[in-house]
Antibody
Framework: QVHLVESGGGVVQPGRSLRLSCAAS????????VHWVRQAPGRGLEWVAV????????YYADSVKGRFTISRDNSKNTLDLQMNSLRAEDTAVYYC????????????????WGQGTLVTVSS | DIQMAQSPSSLSASARDRVTITCQAS??????LNWYQQKQGKAPKLLIY???NLDTGVPSRFSGSGSGTDFTFTITSLQPEDIATYYC?????????FGGGTKVEIK
């Protein structure tokens, strides 16, 4: 069973940094691309970033490019999101999500999701 | 970026009614479309991938169709447990983009 558990959310002031983590279990983590997707309160879903199964490729939404960094540690089965220069509009529940198909060159071909962690950017 | 126009934004139907949601892509995405269900306070759940394929364990009352730019999601007989918001998502290109969601309620 795919199990993804996010952590690291909380309240942070604008301009500050926060690091989110996602612990994976129940599958061979190193075989799958993984994403961060966020959802502002009462709003829809917004894709944030993806990292390939081996960490060699990373892609970001324009809204976070240059501020957020996605990384993974396949030896620890963890995914991270380093968020710098946070803004009020970054307030959201952040989900980590795994691609349905392993070793696929097609990102987002069906996503399996964690339960999310809430990030609130406020002074 | 590929824009996904989903409609309606909300609907109210009776139990056992047929419910249909549409999603239109701003360009041809072949069948590179997924549908998700999100219940209140929960994470989204994959229902359909490749526009028409049910994910494992998804009840057969859910279905999807379409290709190119126009897609349809159907619940053939609405059940009380289907109360949720439904989203389409394209994976033809990055950035992944989602429709705005359809909130389904029971009359």
């Amino acid at each position: 069973q795919v199990h993804l558990v996010e952590s690291g959310g909380g309240v942070v002031q604008p301009g500050r940094s926060l690091r989110l983590s996602c612990a994976a279990s129940g599958f061979t983590f190193s075989h799958y691309a993984v994403h961060w997707v966020r959802q502002a309160p009462g709003r829809g879903l917004e894709w944030v970033a993806v990292i390939s199964y081996d960490g060699s490729h990373k892609y970001y939404a324009d809204s976070v490019k240059g501020r957020f960094t996605i990384s993974r540690d396949n030896s620890k089965n963890t995914l991270d999101l380093q968020m710098n220069s946070l803004r009020a509009e970054d307030t959201a529940v952040y989900y980590c999500a795994r691609d349905r198909i392993h070793h696929s060159g097609t990102y987002g071909w069906g996503l399996n999701w964690g339960q999310g962690t809430l990030v609130t950017v406020s002074s | 970026d590929i824009q996904m126009a989903q409609s309606p934004s909300s609907l109210s139907a009776s139990a056992r009614d047929r419910v249909t949601i549409t999603c239109q892509a701003s360009q041809d995405i072949s069948d590179h479309l997924n549908w998700y269900q999100q219940k209140q306070g929960k994470a989204p759940k994959l229902l359909i991938y490749d526009a028409s394929n049910l994910d494992t364990g998804v009840p057969s009352r859910f279905s999807g169709s379409g290709s190119g730019t126009d897609f349809t999601f159907t619940i053939t007989s609405l059940q009380p447990e289907d109360i949720a918001t439904y989203y389409c998502q394209q994976f033809d290109d990055l950035p992944l983009t989602f429709g705005g969601g359809t909130k389904v309620e029971i009359k």
